[in-house]
């Protein structure tokens, strides 16, 4: 079964500065895509990035870049020049390319931004 | 506004009642899910929808129901509520990958449900 690990319960950086999440995963499965999902206070779940295992480059949105290792199977998030807005719950989240809908989650890394 | 509304917000049920949560999408949107949130356990798929008339189990589907009539609706039915069933349900949905459109689903703003 997949399982995906975040190992840093909770981070925090200083307002503009960078920050790095992590995320390993762990299949046994060539095609997949992988996410990263944003968890304010207000509950809602927001798609920040997305990540296509079979495509090399490393997807960029904005402030919001990954490292992806296949190799490794590692999923980094790199957010860059932090905001107050970013402060939330962040959780990695795998999945199969094809088979089920299911979405294997990671349990989250809480960010704080220090002003 | 396009995306997924969930309702209620908030719900608080006795042991033994049942009660069906409320899920609707407007994006046109075949793929529709089902997740429980838990504290330090990241997000769970309880069941999930590839099409109207099609439906499937998760990886906890004990004690739910789930029927998809249409393309835009999904609703999640506890039928005998438990303690075990307090969480915050939060229902997705997204296109079918490989479609020329962006895969990834698109989240509600979450259901707390309280047990007692």
């Known amino acids: 079964a997949q399982t995906v690990t975040q190992s840093q319960p909770e981070m925090s950086v200083q307002e503009a500065e960078t920050v790095t999440l992590s995320c390993t995963y762990d299949?046994?499965?060539?095609?997949?895509?992988l996410f990263w999902y944003k968890q304010p206070p207000s509950r809602q779940m927001i798609l920040v990035i997305r990540?296509?295992?079979?495509?090399?480059q490393n997807a960029t949105e904005n402030r919001f870049s990954v490292n992806f290792q296949k190799a490794a199977k590692s999923f980094s998030l790199k957010i860059s020049d932090s905001q107050l807005g970013d402060a939330a719950m962040y959780f990695c989240?795998?999945?199969?390319?094809?088979?089920?809908?299911?979405?294997?989650f990671g349990t989250g890394t809480r960010l704080t931004i220090i002003p | 506004n396009a995306g997924v509304t969930q309702t209620p917000k908030f719900q608080v049920l006795k042991t033994g009642q049942s009660m069906t949560l409320q899920c609707a999408q407007d994006?046109?949107?075949?793929?529709m899910s089902w997740y429980r949130q838990d504290p330090g356990m990241g997000l769970r798929l309880i069941h999930y929808?590839?099409?109207?008339?099609?439906?499937d189990q998760g990886e906890v589907p004990n004690g739910y129901n789930v029927s998809r009539s249409t393309t835009e609706d999904f609703p999640l039915r506890l039928l005998s509520a438990a303690p075990s069933q307090t969480s915050v349900y939060f229902c997705?949905?997204?296109?079918?990958?490989?479609?020329?459109?962006?895969?990834?689903?698109?989240f509600g703003s979450g259901t707390r449900l309280t047990v007692v």
């Open positions: 997705a949905s997204s296109y079918p990958p490989g479609q020329g459109k962006l895969y990834g689903y698109t």
């Open positions: 299949t046994s499965e060539s095609d997949y895509y």
């Open positions: 990540q296509e295992a079979y495509k090399q």
């Open positions: 989240a795998y999945k199969e390319r094809f088979g089920n809908e299911k979405l294997t």
């Open positions: 994006m046109n949107h075949e793929y």
């Open positions: 929808s590839v099409g109207a008339g099609i439906t």
